[in-house]
Nanobody, 118 residues
Framework: QVQLVESGGGLVQAGGSLRLSCAAS????????MGWYRQVSGKQRELVAA????????NYEDSVKGRFTISRDNAKNTVYLQMNNLKPEDTAVYYC???????????WGQGTQVTVSS
């Protein structure tokens, strides 16, 4: 099992920045990749950014390219999402995800609210 604890959400004005953190514990050795998803009430959860647990592979949703940066610190078992130039449409609950094991099991954090005011 993998446990994920997120922090760093909040309220920010448009154009501002926030950094989300996700600390992983448990079966760290089994993690293949981690990512951040977001969900607006009534809509499907969507991938924002992902990063491989080893190596340097990253992937971003088109609307956040150039504004968000995903990174990791393996020594701290933590993944970060630096969000710059935030827009009201970035408002959502952000969830940390870890994909682990041969069966690619998904593990989720509890979610953290990000609200961007115009």
């Amino acid at each position: 099992q993998v446990q994920l604890v997120e922090s760093g959400g909040g309220l920010v004005q448009a154009g501002g920045s926030l950094r989300l953190s996700c600390a992983a514990s448990g079966s760290i050795f089994s993690i293949n990749a981690m990512g951040w998803y977001r969900q607006v009430s009534g809509k499907q959860r969507e991938l924002v950014a992902a990063i491989t647990w080893r190596g340097s592979g990253t992937n971003y949703e088109d609307s956040v390219k150039g504004r968000f940066t995903i990174s990791r610190d393996n020594a701290k078992n933590t993944v970060y999402l630096q969000m710059n130039n935030l827009k009201p449409e970035d408002t959502a609950v952000y969830y940390c995800n870890a994909r682990a094991g041969f069966s690619a099991t998904d593990w989720w954090g509890q979610g953290t609210q990000v609200t961007v005011s115009s």
